[in-house]
């Protein structure tokens, strides 16, 4: 199910902020290089990460699914001086990309960790402003769970492709991935310990706050 207009989505680029050099850079080299770079946050989304980063300011952020680096670049941008983002990537590969982009941005703030991130988030050991969760989607509760007790009171949870790729709109919800957004959307929505907002950018993009 095709979400955004084409149209839309390129008048929406054409309005946007432009994107900086390394961030440019990171988007085409994705989109010209790697197999699966839809999974890139892209341009419009990208800005959206920026903003909704500088609006809290956050010390701590925390991002799980680093892919080839452009959305822990954009986020990067809102915190305080002093602050750093932790960014955990599973494939190898797709790190040594992202970790090359950082040190072309001079982005010495952000730390990649490579690893299984149920097994690197509580060695982290902080407390975080704020999380970006866009990683396997079979394990978004699980992710979920973990980091909610580590986020501050007030503090931000965001988690990408929540509608994977409209098929969680469809009258029957197959495969696993879409199965298991279905049942991250549910655990939000009955979650008491939180505010959510379910934003119609790109694949659909969760903002929740800890109360």
């Known amino acids: 199910m095709k979400l955004v207009n084409d149209i839309a989505e390129a008048y929406a680029k054409r309005f946007s902020s432009p994107l900086d050099t390394v961030l440019q850079e990171v988007e085409d080299y994705t989109m010209q290089h790697h197999p699966h770079a839809h999974m890139l946050s892209g341009h419009v989304q990208g800005k959206v990460l920026e903003m909704i ?10 991002e799980i ?11 990067s941008k809102g915190l305080r001086p002093g602050g750093a983002l932790h960014t955990i990537e599973l494939r190898e590969e797709d790190a040594a990309t992202a970790k090359k982009y950082f040190e072309k941005a001079g982005a010495e703030n952000i730390h990649l960790h490579i690893g299984n991130a149920l097994e690197v988030i509580p ?31 007030g503090g931000f949870i965001l988690a990408d492709n929540v509608f994977f790729h409209g098929e969680v709109l469809e009258a029957e919800i197959k495969g696993k991935n879409a199965k298991a957004i279905q ?7 009955a979650d008491k310990r939180i505010d959510s907002v379910l934003l119609t950018v790109r694949d659909g993009l969760m903002l929740i706050k800890k109360i």
């Open 53 to 62: 980063s500088c609006m809290i300011q956050p010390v701590n952020i925390l």
């Open 65 to 75: 699914g680093t892919f080839t680096g452009f959305s822990a670049l954009c986020l």
């Open 183 to 189: 049942a991250f959307n549910e655990h939000v929505a």
């Open 123 to 153: 060695s982290l050991k902080k407390e975080w402003d704020l999380v970006f969760i866009d990683a396997d989607k079979v394990n978004y509760v699980n992710y979920y769970e973990l980091v909610l007790p580590m986020v501050k009171p």
